[in-house]
């Protein structure tokens, strides 16, 4: 049975705990103490000194183990992050309705502390209703939101697990994420020449125009179902009366294929870098590898319990492809099959976001469905 009323007030506790992203010191030094005081083993890892960020509060991931009464089970893993977007400092949640929002001031935190706060019941759950469970490892990451920061450097070779699921998407309990892309960032720089542009402009290159005709011949957008480019960032120029020799330009692609992928990469790359060349401007460009795209059938075993556990506490699976990368893209990538499930949050990034609180709860159930269905097969080992 879950205690609502526990579930909710550690919810609200967790939303008025500032943690945005680099950020993330208070309340790991919280759930450390929470996760302990529920008997089990944690472990900090080093990803904060991999934030870059001195001016923050940085924080590992932390690692924790709760040991199970079923040897044979598979040692699955619940994971969430800590961070949150900004406007996301003193959040007021309000409570109407059954519905909890911020006061409107900034984002409630939601995403993903519905994902922190389910976990935290669940371990509850299993302690006071002894219900028998394989091994769990719960993983709560740091800097998701700063580009997956802390999913990248977590100490991954410590995770014993067979497969895991992340709570960190909208739509409500039985949806799952089986499908994600993968995605390149794109950072260039374009380098003319300055010029005075009333008295010798004939003199300079100018790299706004270079930047903006190269731009021009890109095709960006939704390339097809399974592909996406965009130019997000572009800076440059110092006066009116200056032609501008620098400019740099930041942009990303993504695909659920990774042939696209690479192919719609290089096609933006060598339009820089062919159009640079023309007006005799030089170009630095780099391509960094975001992360590796999510891909599981029905037939996974990670994806058949999800669906299992759907269906028994009411709701109907629904297996769903995303535009967008969450920890579960890292966690596949270090080979432990990973879905992403829904939690219920809604309008997530915004000064609207909002849950229910019988999104919470059914939450809970949710995962409590998962680790009964898991219990029940063996591990392959």
Sequence with gaps: MVNKDRLLDEFIRLVKIDSPTMHEREIADYLKGKLTASGLEVYEDAAGEATGNEMGSPSGNLIATLKGKVPEAPTIMLCAHMDTVEPGRGVNPII????????????????????????LEVIEVLREQDISHGDIEVVFTVAEEGGLIGAKNLDHKR???DFAYVLDCDGPAGTIITRAPAQYLIKSSIIGKAAHAGISPEEGINAIYIASKAISQMKLGRIDIETTANIGVISGGKATNII????????ETRSHDTEK???????????????????????????????????LDETNTAVLIAMEAAVAVGRNPVL???????????LNGYGIQTVNLGTGMSKVHTTEEFITIDNLVLNVRYILEIIKKAAGKKAKR
């Excluded at 501008?244 to 942009?251: A, F, Q, R, S, T």
């Excluded at 990469?265 to 007006?279: G, K, V």
């Design 96 to 119: 109407k309705d059954g519905v909890i929002y911020s006061d409107g001031t900034t984002v409630l935190g939601s995403d993903d502390k519905s994902g922190i706060s389910t976990i």
């Design 159 to 161: 995770l014993k697990s």
């Design 244 to 251: 501008p020799d620098l400019v740099n330009i930041e942009g």
């Design 261 to 295: 992928l690479e192919r719609e990469t290089d096609r933006i790359i060598e339009i820089l870098e062919t159009t640079a060349r023309e007006f005799g401007a030089k170009i630095q460009v780099e391509k960094d590898f975001m992360y590796p795209r999510l891909k």
């Design 320 to 330: 769903v492809s995303t535009g967008g990368g969450s920890d579960a893209n890292i």
